[in-house]
T-cell receptor
């Protein structure tokens, strides 16, 4: 079982719709959770972080965390063609290894 | 510098050759990470430095891979006897984790990567 699992996609949504991206993780001691966006040929950039159960909103983005279910999601409201990218879920234990473990990413396509 | 700088941006080499990839982190960042990313995959952890020391090298795939950070700033990833399977984008990232009074937000700042192709 991979430490961080994501559906590879592509997830295709029409412009203006809500895109829902999901991620599960296997290590129960994971404490910090992140969503990175990666455009084709570019490096990952952080768009959201979440540390406690519940929702966290930032503009059009909402991250949701459920530690009991070991599940984290990202909602993108009013999706734009410029949101088309690969979205990487990453987790951090905050103890021991201080590096992020990434999922393989979900490719999002927003159709104009 | 303003961001994480990696050189070379592209490297083509022949199987069996030795390769060095360089990373210059954001000024003042004590933590430095090397990841490897293959097509269609997420970044795969290789090694993490806190200052000059390798705090975690558990991701290095074998003893052909080695990394150093002698002065706690610039790091070099060294790959001996390259194999075709080593072809990937090697990403370097830095963070402020470890600086006094700075919480570990987990945010990594990535460079643009070094694309390695082994023929």
């Amino acid at each position: 079982q991979k430490e961080v699992e994501q559906n590879s996609g592509p997830l295709s949504v029409p412009e203006g719709a809500i895109a829902s991206l999901n991620c599960t993780y296997s290590d129960r001691v994971s404490q910090s959770f992140f969503w990175y966006r990666q455009y084709s040929g570019k490096s990952p950039e952080l768009i959201m972080s979440i540390y406690s159960n519940g929702d966290k909103e930032d503009g059009r983005f909402t991250a949701q965390l459920n530690k009991a279910s070991q599940y984290v999601s990202l909602l993108i409201r009013d999706s734009q063609p410029s949101d088309s990218a690969t979205y990487l879920c990453a987790v951090n234990r905050n103890t021991g290894r201080r590096a992020l473990t990434f999922g393989s990413g979900t490719r999002l396509q927003v159709q104009p | 510098g303003a961001g994480v700088s990696q050189t070379p941006s592209n490297k083509v080499t022949e199987k069996g050759k030795y390769v060095e990839l360089r990373c210059d982190p954001i000024s003042g960042h004590t933590a430095l990470y090397w990841y490897r990313q293959s097509l269609g995959q997420g970044p795969e952890f290789l090694i993490y430095f806190q200052g000059t020391g390798a705090a975690d090298d558990s991701g290095l795939p074998n003893d052909r891979f080695f990394a150093v950070r002698p002065e706690g700033s610039v790091s070099t990833l060294k790959i001996q006897r390259t194999e075709r399977g080593d072809s990937a984008v090697y990403l370097c990232a830095s963070s402020s984790w470890g600086l006094a009074g700075v919480p570990n937000t987990g945010e990594l700042f990535f460079g643009e990567g070094s694309r390695l192709t082994v023929l």
